[in-house]
């Protein structure tokens, strides 16, 4: 079954603890992307990637880290978490027009 | 400027009956794609439907048909027959072309939450 995974799903950490959150997809898709989503603000775009070790900045990325060392996986890193990226994560990938979302990963940064 | 516009944030209707979600773009750019998103309560993203900028008919999937209308840059979501299982919140997006930097990025509306009534 075609899927995009992430994990956690559900995480309650503090300030200043780093965390990693994992996303991994199995359609052999080029490209990956991290999303955060908050009330009335929709879905922003934090990361993408095009490629194997090829990533670039999408709309919110401060305070984020990315790697893609292998096709199938993109962890979105959190070095010191604050606050306000108290949010609900997703995941996607593409390889045509149509992206797929992970299930979410909702994060409490206390 | 906001690239996708949802200028409902939530909407009634009766179980049974149709309703359009409204959803409004800008973009200078002639080739893009256009996405309907159904969020459930759970939280995940459900692909409703897809429309391609030079698609001439309406993209329809079952019980959803997008509303394309170009000229007016507006691409509504109809939901015919609705159910109690359509109460959701609902995320229209646009896609723009490689040729404009932004890669395959979806740029969300702020959504609407539809609740239907039994």
């Known amino acids: 079954e075609a899927q995009v995974t992430q994990n956690p799903r559900y995480l309650i950490t503090v300030t200043g603890k780093k965390l990693t959150v994992t996303c991994s997809q199995n359609?052999?898709?080029?490209?990956m992307s991290w999303y955060r989503q908050d009330p009335g603000l929709g879905l922003r775009q934090i990361y993408y990637?095009?490629?194997?070790?090829?990533?670039d900045k999408g709309d919110v990325p401060e305070g984020y880290k990315v790697s893609r060392k292998e096709k199938r996986n993109f962890p979105l890193i959190l070095e010191s978490p604050s606050p306000n990226q108290t949010s609900l994560y997703f995941c996607a990938s593409s390889g045509g027009s149509r992206q797929h979302f992970g299930d979410g990963t909702r994060l409490s940064i206390l | 400027a906001q690239k996708i516009t949802q200028t409902q944030p939530g909407m009634f209707v009766q179980e049974k009956e149709a309703v359009t979600l409204d959803c409004t773009y800008d973009t200078s750019d002639q080739s893009y794609g256009l996405f309907w998103y159904k969020q459930p309560s759970s939280g995940e993203m459900i692909f409703l439907i897809y429309q391609g900028s030079y698609d001439e008919q309406n993209a329809t999937e079952g019980r959803y048909s997008l509303n394309f209308q170009k000229a007016r840059k507006s691409a509504n979501l109809v939901i015919s027959a609705s159910q109690l299982g359509d109460s959701a919140m609902y995320f229209c997006?646009?896609?723009?072309?490689?040729?404009?930097?932004?890669?395959?990025?979806?740029?969300f509306g702020s959504g609407t939450q539809l609740t239907v009534l039994p």
């Open positions: 359609m052999n898709h080029e490209y």
């Open positions: 997006a646009m896609r723009e072309p490689f040729s404009s930097g932004s890669a395959r990025q979806l740029t």
């Open positions: 990637s095009m490629n194997v070790e090829v990533t």
